[in-house]
């Protein structure tokens, strides 16, 4: 039974194109993250949604759009992709809206590389 | 900007010694501290969090001490074994601030 789950694993695709990566948590958590881990692992947050609503938007390129359709599911969707996008994307959960003090659970990661 | 500072960027320690990372920060408004785990090809997962209130929290092999005057905290990870060769985060955040500042992380290598 996979907690966070994300779709796809891995993501090769060529510059200039648009592709979607999909998130789902069966923790019943209200609040859902994006973070990007790039090629020094370090981890930088995109986005939050607590109960579908966006709560953080870290100065992220207007190309990156997500979107919750409801409060299981956080899907990213990429506009335009270029070279510096590729890295790892991790979706996460926590319970309540204070998910800054709580655990935070991240799916598996989605390994986008983009030629 | 980072807001947490985390070193070293990498170590490496014999089976069975002590790995020490270090982490600081210069948000005083910062009151959560946790501590997350990453093993090669999967995602984060938490470890060990301590709050401002204590100094020290143990949790088997793994014991975070913090100093609230001097804004550093600290993970030692005692009788260290090839099982635990991983990258380890530091984080901290406010509360209301509805997020985790991470630190850079330190990948730990421990030899058989």
């Known amino acids: 039974d996979t907690a966070v789950s994300q779709t796809p694993k891995y993501l090769v695709t060529q510059m200039g194109n648009d592709k979607s990566i999909k998130c789902e948590q069966n923790?019943?958590?209200?609040?859902m993250y994006w973070y990007k881990q790039d090629s020094k692992k370090f981890l930088k947050i995109m986005f939050s949604?607590?109960?579908?609503?966006?709560?953080i938007n870290e100065t992220v390129p207007n190309r990156f759009s997500p979107k919750s359709p409801d409060k299981a599911h956080l899907n990213l969707h990429i506009n335009s992709l270029e070279l510096g996008d590729s890295a790892v994307y991790f979706c996460?959960?926590?319970?309540?809206?204070?998910?800054?003090?709580?655990?935070?659970?991240f799916g598996p990661g989605t390994r986008l590389l983009v030629l | 900007q980072q807001q947490v500072k985390q070193s070293p960027q990498s170590l490496i320690v014999q089976k069975g010694g002590i790995s020490i990372i270090n982490c600081a920060y210069e948000?005083?408004?910062?009151?959560?501290f946790p501590w997350y785990q990453q093993f090669p090809g999967k995602g984060p997962a938490l470890l060990i969090a301590?709050?401002?209130?204590?100094s020290e929290k143990k949790e088997g092999r793994f014991t975070i001490s913090f100093n609230k005057s001097a804004k550093q905290f600290s993970l030692h990870i005692m009788d260290s074994q090839p099982g635990d060769s991983a990258t380890y985060f530091c984080?901290?955040?406010?509360?209301?601030?509805?997020?985790?500042?991470f630190g850079a992380g330190t990948t730990v290598t421990v030899r058989a």
């Open positions: 996460a959960s926590s319970q309540g809206g204070g998910g800054n003090q709580e655990t935070q659970y």
């Open positions: 949604y607590n109960n579908k609503e966006l709560i």
């Open positions: 948000n005083t408004a910062f009151d959560y």
């Open positions: 923790l019943g958590h209200d609040t």
């Open positions: 301590i709050r401002p209130d204590v």
């Open positions: 984080a901290a955040s406010a509360i209301n601030d509805y997020k985790l500042s």
